[in-house]
């Protein structure tokens, strides 16, 4: 659980001037985006340049897709590469974007080999390397989604992030196998503890969503780590420096606080 091996990877970054329209959504449009400090929202403005040139986006079910819902979606996307060797998501060719929540097929197993077919709903997916799945309305800014702490494109690319070796089990990509031993010991360790308080029922600064897997938890803490910071440092202070080490950012640093306390 929570480990694998090490690859080195290479950041090649895109030079092209950040047209001024999306400097502005991103200082102050994107409510992530605008709690970042000028040099990291500085640094982000290349990376969503490079993602908005290689990525093909697609409107579904009826959603005609403009250029600031784009951006939203790009500039939240690549917080999660900003400071770190990495390259802008080189797997992912598109992205959907649906208007809301969606129905697609799904297959449970019943045991004895068999499966049982059906439908459910889904606000994202990130099934296939080569596409993620998104729903608008839990993306635009100041819904009551958005409000809750939760970001649903963290979550996907989040998944992205932890594939990137092919397999996502929740170890993303790390700098050296001490680091991977650091990080399977303090990911096992919290994982448990959710599972152990979701099966109680009580409530966690992080979403027991996390607990269905050890996939579902990297990218759950990672919504955590940036919209709730300040909480999740003051409740796992291990969990909350591995992240830091990993994404090479401290956002309970950041100028703007806007997680509210939330015991456990």
């Given amino acids: ?132 799945i998104l729903s608008w309305r839990h993306i635009k800014p100041g819904n009551a989604y958005t409000r809750s702490g939760r970001n649903l494109v963290l979550h996907e690319f989040a998944h992205q992030l932890d594939r990137e070796d092919g397999s996502m089990n929740g170890a993303p990509l790390l700098e050296s196998s001490r680091r991977y031993r650091e990080w399977s010991r303090a990911m096992t360790i919290e994982f448990q503890r959710l599972e152990r308080q979701a099966e109680l029922g009580r409530r966690t600064v992080i979403d027991d969503y996390g607990a269905t897997n050890p996939a579902e938890f990297f990218a759950v803490v990672t919504e955590t780590f940036f919209e709730r910071p300040h909480t999740l440092l003051r409740h796992h202070p291990t969990l909350y420096e591995q992240f830091a080490a990993f994404y090479h950012q401290d956002p309970s640093n950041w100028s703007v606080a806007t997680d509210s306390d939330q015991g456990e």
């Fill in 1 to 132: 659980m929570f480990g694998r091996f090490f690859r080195k990877r290479v950041l090649v970054p895109p030079q092209e001037p950040l047209p001024e329209s999306w400097s502005n959504l991103i200082a102050h449009g994107i409510p992530l985006c605008a709690r970042l400090p000028e040099p990291s929202r500085t640094a982000l403005g290349p990376l969503v340049q490079k993602f908005m040139a290689d990525k093909s986006f697609e409107g579904c079910g009826g959603l005609e897709l403009q250029e600031e819902m784009k951006v939203t979606i790009a500039a939240q996307a690549c917080v999660l590469l900003l400071h770190r060797r990495t390259e802008v998501y080189p797997r992912v060719s598109t992205i959907l974007v649906y208007p809301n929540a969606y129905l697609t097929k799904v297959a449970t197993p019943i045991g004895g080999g068999g499966w049982l077919e059906g439908e459910d709903v889904f606000l994202g997916e990130a099934t296939l390397p080569e596409v993620v």
